[in-house]
């Protein structure tokens, strides 16, 4: 009898243990899944007027984790009007940084700058499943760190699932890979009926022509093996100012950067159908990430920020990276430098070759000021605002 109490309490004890441990891991879990949900402050800069949901352009993505912050820098006087996109791809975390540097140092002074960072935004709360990826990165400032999510390139998941064995574009019908319904870049113009990436890139298509955007810049990065890096992607309609900007950014900061037309049979992205559905001009631009390479090795921060990967060092020496690559790295300070003075030298051309639709932006800094004093220089300690300022 007394044995079998013994045996009775010992069970007692290891289920509680059991049930203690569960509940420890299960409250770290819920902790992290809603710690991904959480967006990163961004502190408003000298010309933003105004920030709204990107759901004001269509309301199928209210109050979904898609749904995300749109900053208006509004210099108040006639002239362009300029779209920058960040984090279509959440992986791709320079285009975003760029997107932050701009809404915190940005002094418009003509024309009117409307910027979204974190364009996929359910996508950064999320990572691909098969490569253990870190949820958030930090970049070190001259008072401290500032955090910012990693995503992925997909849609969340718990958002739009299954993905179909093969995904038919719309309108085009075009056919591709079933993943690439979730991929934000394939999905417009999109549609307010659609799946929920296509109703995202919807949404930023209506606040495209609701907002009577002249230009839109896209900023992505792609892996440095591809083909495609370094380079801007233009639609036909944005051609001019993209050649005299890689021109102007290569005589006069010495940093080289390709120009490629945007394929007629490339259906979904960007600097297709915007182009071929809006008024607006568009330009995508990319840097190299080694993140996103298959030969690289762990997916730490430190590869997030510097870009250096002792596995590509040995393909570049193989002569298997399209873009300059040694132990230096793909520091984040080239790769935003990149997009910065992109994004300037295209507005400085766009002003010049088309006046009415000038705009005048100074205080954010190029790629020589970037590589010369680093990216956390230039960004602003969000203790130092009040709540309202963020
Ligand atoms: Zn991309």
């Known amino acids: ?19 203690v441990i569960t509940l420890v891991f299960a409250f770290a879990a819920s902790k992290l899944i809603r710690s991904s949900y959480e967006v990163e402050p961004i502190v408003k800069g000298p010309s933003v007027t105004r920030v709204e949901k990107l759901s004001r352009y269509h309301s199928g993505i209210i109050g979904t984790p898609g749904d995300t912050d749109v900053y208006f820098l509004d210099s108040g ?8 996109l960040g984090g279509i791809h959440a992986t791709e975390v320079a285009g975003m940084l760029t997107s932050v540097l701009f809404i915190e140092n940005a002094q418009v002074n003509q024309g009117r700058l409307i910027i979204i960072p974190h364009s996929n935004n359910s996508a950064f709360a999320t990572q691909p499943a098969e490569d253990a990826f870190v949820p958030v990165f930090h970049i070190e400032t001259d008072w401290g760190e500032r955090w910012f999510r990693l995503g992925d390139r997909l849609t969340n998941p718990v ?10 574009h719309y309108p085009s019908g075009q056919i591709l890979s079933g993943s690439e319904v979730r991929n934000l870049n394939r999905a417009f113009p999109g549609r307010p009926d659609g799946l929920y990436t296509e109703q995202v890139a919807y949404a930023i298509t209506q606040l495209i022509l609701e907002e009577d955007c002249d230009l839109v810049i896209d900023m992505h990065e792609a892996s440095a093996m591809y083909p495609v890096v ?5 639609h036909s309609n944005a051609m001019d100012i993209a050649g005299m900007a890689a021109m102007t ?3 006069e900061e010495g940093v080289y950067i390709g120009v490629e037309a945007s394929p007629e049979g490339l259906r979904g992205l960007t600097h297709r159908e ?3 559905h809006t008024q607006a001009k568009v330009i995508l631009m990319e840097t190299a990430n080694p993140i996103m390479d298959y030969v690289r090795g762990k997916a730490t921060e430190e590869l997030v920020v510097t870009g250096k990967d002792e596995f590509l060092v040995m393909a570049a020496e193989r002569g298997m990276v399209t873009v300059p690559y040694d132990e230096k790295g793909a520091p984040i300070e080239e790769r935003v430098g990149r997009h910065s003075s992109g994004v300037q030298q295209i ?9 009415d639709s000038t705009i005048q932006v100074e205080g954010v800094p190029k790629h020589a000021d970037l590589k010369e004093h680093g990216l956390g220089h230039f960004l602003k300690n969000p203790s130092d605002f009040p709540q309202e300022a963020l």
Do not use: H
């Open 274 to 276: 915007i182009g071929d």
């Open 1 to 19: 009898m007394v044995g079998r109490e013994v045996d009775a309490r010992k069970r007692y004890a290891k289920a509680t243990i059991v049930l």
């Open 77 to 84: 006087k006639p002239g362009g009007t300029v779209l920058m």
């Open 159 to 168: 958002l739009q699932w299954p993905d179909p064995d093969a995904y038919a």
């Open 347 to 355: 507005l400085s051309m766009m002003s010049m070759m088309y006046p």
């Open 230 to 234: 370094n380079v801007m992607v233009s």
């Open 249 to 251: 950014m290569d005589f």
